[in-house]
């Protein structure tokens, strides 16, 4: 079945760098995302990787993808305050149909400490 | 360009009402989504509508349905409300072939059963 698991919480201070797991169980997964929710917002997509891809960065972000282990992390650099959400790591499990239907995980609700 | 909308953003129903919740998606999208995202369970999928047809549902009981409108505008309805339907509700929306299976969402819609 699917399943997408992330740790709760998780807190640092600002300045220090932040990693955020995520474990998934579909190994036919094609994507895997980022969504960062603010408080009292919606979610909006921080990043993606591409299942062939090992490592993707983008300014501040590095995203890691082991294949083998089912394993996805989320590295900030430099955390800020403005960086305090939840954190959710996402799936697309393979449908054949078409579908972008993503599974989520419980997300992480970091917290940066000033 | 406009966001994705919902609306309302706040809702108060007693239990056994029907609530109805309204989503706009980003023009140029054909495919909407709704998410379920209660307190401590993360983000359920809910239904599907990609040109204006049910696509897929999550594992919901059936008095939670919903459809989508020829402007690919949606509407979710929730009959026989219950005290564990509080939650915050997610629309999204997509392109329907989108490459990278981005989705785009709204702020959602806070229903608060009592």
């Known amino acids: 079945g699917e399943d997408v698991e992330q740790s709760l919480f998780l807190s640092v201070r600002e300045g220090d760098s932040s990693v955020i797991n995520c474990t998934y169980t579909?190994?036919?997964?094609?994507?895997l995302y980022w969504y960062k929710q603010e408080p009292g917002a919606g979610l909006q997509l921080l990043t993606y990787i591409f299942s062939n891809m090992d490592m993707k960065q983008d300014q501040r972000l590095t995203v890691l993808l082991n294949k083998k282990d089912k394993h996805l992390s989320l590295r900030i650099a430099d955390t800020q305050t403005g960086d305090s959400a939840i954190y959710f790591c996402?799936?697309?499990?393979?449908?054949?149909?078409?579908?972008?239907?993503?599974?989520f995980g419980k997300g992480t609700k970091l917290s940066v400490i000033p | 360009e406009a966001g994705v909308t919902q609306s309302p953003t706040h809702l108060i129903k007693t239990r056994g009402q029907q609530a109805t919740l309204r989503c706009s998606p980003i023009s140029g999208h054909t495919s909407v989504y709704w998410y379920q995202q209660a307190l401590g369970l993360g983000l359920q999928f809910l239904l599907w509508?990609?040109?204006?047809?049910?696509?897929n549902r999550g594992n919901f009981p059936p008095r939670f349905s919903g459809r989508q409108f020829p402007n690919y505008s949606s509407e979710l309805n929730v009959n026989a409300l219950e005290l564990e339907d509080s939650a915050l509700y997610l629309c999204a929306s997509s392109l329907s072939r989108a490459n990278t299976g981005e989705l785009f969402f709204g702020e959602g819609s806070r229903l608060t059963v009592l």
């Open positions: 579909d190994s036919s997964s094609t994507y």
């Open positions: 996402a799936e697309i499990p393979y449908s054949g149909a078409g579908s972008y239907q993503l599974t």
């Open positions: 509508y990609d040109e204006g047809e049910e696509r």
